[in-house]
């Protein structure tokens, strides 16, 4: 018996019944043989960090664009906050941790440079619109090692795809990453907008204080607290009511002073403006974009309009500002 074989039996003794088992994987498109040493979701969770997009992430923007500040969040270090918060309840449920962490790490490597700015230009500018979350999924699928894709199991892609509020994953691991992107967004975002000065701690509604607590550890205590008491010995991933109540309510309060802010917000118009000039410029001169983005289209039959976007979408912050200067800003002329 190998190492694999016997933290699989470990899952089936120790987590709990509503646990998603490594054994118990609907698997993955291709398949391939078993490790001797990680289950199949560790293996996923070892794939996604080790990924160029995963990489990539530390440098696109979270809420504030292109920060040049040493503390402000990206979207890196919010999904480290992410897998963290959800790595914590997982383990107080006895959920398996490995398949939590993997979706967790993996939930936003479809993300735009510029955050949700990006996104929303993408959106309107594809045919077909363009989504994070689908986006993610297909990083993985497709995109990854050279449009080989990483092979991820099922489940993993599955918790990816439906992390959104408006979505449900069909795992109690997915449901849990789920309900930790908005504990760790709202919470992480309050205090990179008072580290920008554009609100205080008493600035925020005092009924949403009171049942949350009065710092961000406060109510990240009481928002983790809550999950895992709502959620024991029970089938689903729940909020006490309260408590959710209390969470949207900032969520609400957040969209209205910090993310529709014009301090924080007001360089979104030229970001978009800078990735609808590349996503036209790519359009018209598609033979520049690299060579696996073109066979996409000629070999596998991809849509021109995604590859584009794909190739858009994978880029930094910085990156995007260096490709559309090297095509619409003039060098200035130098005599050595």
């Not at 054994?23 to 969770?45: A, M």
């Not at 914590?88 to 959920?95: G, K, P, Q, S, V």
Request: glycine letters at 6%; hydrophobic letters at 35%; a negative charge.
């Amino acid at each position: 018996m190998n190492i694999r074989e016997k933290q699989e039996i470990w899952e089936k003794e120790y987590l709990s019944p509503y646990a998603s088992l490594s054994q118990n994987s609907l698997g993955r498109d291709r398949e391939e043989p078993q490790c001797d040493v990680r289950p199949l979701y560790q293996r996923d969770r070892d794939r996604i960090l080790h990924s160029k997009s995963f990489r990539r992430m530390k440098h696109k923007t979270q809420v504030f664009l292109a920060p040049t500040g040493d503390h402000y969040r990206t979207r890196l270090t919010h999904t480290l906050e992410v897998s963290q918060i959800a790595r914590t309840i997982a383990r107080a449920l006895r959920m398996n941790e490995d398949l939590t962490e993997a979706i967790a790490l993996g939930h936003d490597l479809g993300h735009t440079p510029f955050g949700h700015a990006g996104e929303d230009i993408l959106n309107k500018l594809h045919p077909d619109g363009f989504k994070h979350y689908y986006q993610s999924v297909r990083v993985v699928e497709l995109l990854e090692k050279n449009c080989q894709g990483l092979n991820l199991t099922k489940e993993v892609r599955d918790g990816m795809m439906n992390h959104s509020t408006s979505r449900m994953p069909m795992t109690m691991e997915g449901k849990i990453v789920r309900f930790s992107d908005k504990i760790a967004y709202i919470n992480h975002d309050i205090d990179d907008a008072m580290r920008a000065h554009i609100i205080s701690e008493e600035d925020l509604p005092i009924e949403y204080r009171d049942v949350l607590g009065y710092s961000p550890k406060q109510r990240l205590n009481s928002l983790i607290h809550s999950v895992i008491n709502e959620s024991m010995g029970r089938p689903d991933i729940l909020m006490g009511e309260e408590i959710e109540k209390a969470m949207l309510g900032l969520r609400s309060y957040m969209f209205e002073n910090v993310y529709t802010n014009p301090i924080a917000k007001g360089q979104e118009k030229k970001a978009q403006n800078m990735l609808e000039a590349l996503y036209h410029h790519f359009m018209n001169n598609f033979h520049e974009l690299p060579e696996e983005y073109v066979r996409l289209v000629s070999e596998r039959g991809e849509k021109k309009e995604s590859v584009v976007c794909d190739y858009i979408a994978g880029m930094t912050d910085q990156y995007s500002i260096h490709v559309y200067e090297n095509l619409y800003v003039p060098f200035v002329w130098k005599v050595v």
